[in-house]
């Protein structure tokens, strides 16, 4: 069964009209996270144009050196809602808040390929050596950067197993992301 993955497009800088959306969703945002902005400064964002409508993730200047994001969808006849948020950003941070892939996959030789480049970073931050080593299962999520990777991974015994997040950017190169220890074949492979 083929799958079509749709996108959000490149980040770019703020328009006019990103401007006035962030001005009418602001209240809504702020009721969200609980919190009074004294900036409220909307500075790159993406889209992704839909049958139903338009989504937007947005990169918003909220204070010295913090920003959040925020996804917001305005359908055809110019309604916006709030979506998400997401708070602790950076100025350097990837914009991004697509959904994983579910459900889990089981895992394909590229994915193992995958493990084994991120196995020495792992066992670093683990501070474990694997013998056992072995991908079970993934959840993908698709960027205009490059793919976040969900792993389960078998690392001995009956019901050992770790959770990988791995991301591969759009020339190929992996890196780790984060590690969860202490997980067994019945664990969600959930965002971490």
Do not use: W
């Not at 889990?104 to 474990?128: F, L, R, S």
């Not at 759009?170 to 780790?176: I, T």
């Amino acid at each position: 069964m083929a799958t079509t993955i749709r996108a959000y497009g490149e980040t770019v800088p703020t328009t006019m009209d990103i401007r006035e959306i962030c001005d009418k969703m602001r209240p809504q945002v702020e009721d969200t996270t609980g919190k009074k902005y004294v900036k409220f400064i909307p500075v790159q964002y993406r889209r992704l144009d839909g049958g139903d409508g338009i989504s937007y993730l947005i990169k918003v200047h909220v204070a010295e050196k913090a920003y959040i994001h925020v996804e917001i969808f305005q359908d055809l006849k110019e309604k916006v809602s709030l979506i998400n948020v997401k708070e602790h950003q950076t100025k350097d941070s990837l914009i991004m808040f697509g959904e994983y892939s579910l459900p889990p996959e089981p895992a394909t030789e590229e994915i193992q390929e995958m493990c084994d480049q991120v196995k020495p970073q792992v066992e670093k931050n683990t501070g474990n050596k694997y013998v056992e080593f072995i991908a079970n299962e993934y959840r993908r999520q698709d960027d205009v950067d490059g793919i976040n990777y969900l792993i389960k991974v078998h690392v001995g015994g009956e019901d050992d197993y770790i959770h990988l997040d791995v991301f591969r950017n759009l020339g190929g190169k992996v890196s780790l992301t984060n590690v969860q220890a202490h997980q067994t074949i019945h664990s969600p492979l959930e965002p971490f």
